[in-house]
């Protein structure tokens, strides 16, 4: 396997086949991770029978939520090929976009999509609330983890197996907050990450709601505390 795609899938039997069936790569591992309660593993594994040739894997044996961090989080455990990433799976960022970092990464041991760099391409837009909310989120991020991209919040990322494996066992927020703690602690760590645009679209059915805006920020919080305010 050249990489493995995690793509967290909590009840996304209406969205899911949009992503199915882009998927072509016999040489890559497409890793579901599905804690939901309705048919999103069945439509995955009638894909998967029906392509015999890919390898899709369908992690759903779970009794409980495990938020978005922690299915990338279950997801990045399962993974074997040597460059490990995650997508949404709402397909806002299309798996032709992640071949593309693929192919961009280099000598980098990490490279992310962002949606807010001067040459990113924006379809569908969100609406202006989340615009607003989703900067002043950059900003208050920027500000406690001196993390400068532009964007931490896109679902589209790949790293370099060994340094995940490296950092997964410091890793602590499963939530919508996992990306942001992930970077930072690939930073932390001495890990180089580039960041590019990508081409992105408003899909209109975020899981993402005011009330986890403020969970978000409150993990992030104590993490950062929890960690010391000294570097």
């Not at 997801?75 to 960022?93: E, K, Q, W």
């Not at 040459?119 to 950059?138: C, G, K, M, Y």
Request: with cysteine; net charge negative.
């Amino acid at each position: 396997m050249r990489y493995s795609i995690v793509i967290p899938a909590y009840n996304e039997e209406k969205r899911i086949g949009h992503l199915l069936q882009n998927l072509s790569d016999p040489h890559a591992e497409f890793i579901f991770v599905c804690d939901g309660t309705d048919r999103t593993p069945e439509v995955i594994q009638e894909f998967s029978s029906g392509h015999p040739d890919l390898t899709v894997r369908c992690l759903n044996n779970y009794s409980h939520r495990l938020g978005k961090g922690g299915g990338v989080y279950e997801g990045f455990r399962a993974a074997t090929a040597p460059l490990i990433g995650f997508m949404d799976a709402d397909n806002s960022t299309q798996y032709s976009e992640m071949l593309r970092l693929i192919d961009q990464i280099g000598d980098y041991d990490g490279i992310i999509g962002s949606r807010h760099m001067p040459d990113s391409t924006v379809e569908i837009h969100q609406p202006l609330s989340r615009r607003v909310q989703s900067r002043a989120f950059n900003i208050i991020i920027r500000l406690l983890f001196g993390l400068q991209f532009y964007d931490t919040q896109c679902g589209a990322k790949i790293f370099r197996k060994d340094a995940i494996d490296k950092i997964l066992p410091a890793l602590r927020a499963r939530g919508f907050e996992f990306d942001v703690e992930l970077l930072w602690h690939m930073r932390r760590a001495g890990f180089q990450v580039l960041e590019v645009p990508v081409i992105w679209n408003d899909t209109g059915d975020s899981r993402l709601q005011t009330s986890d805006a403020f969970s978000m920020l409150s993990t992030l919080l104590h993490l950062r505390l929890g960690i010391g305010a000294h570097d």
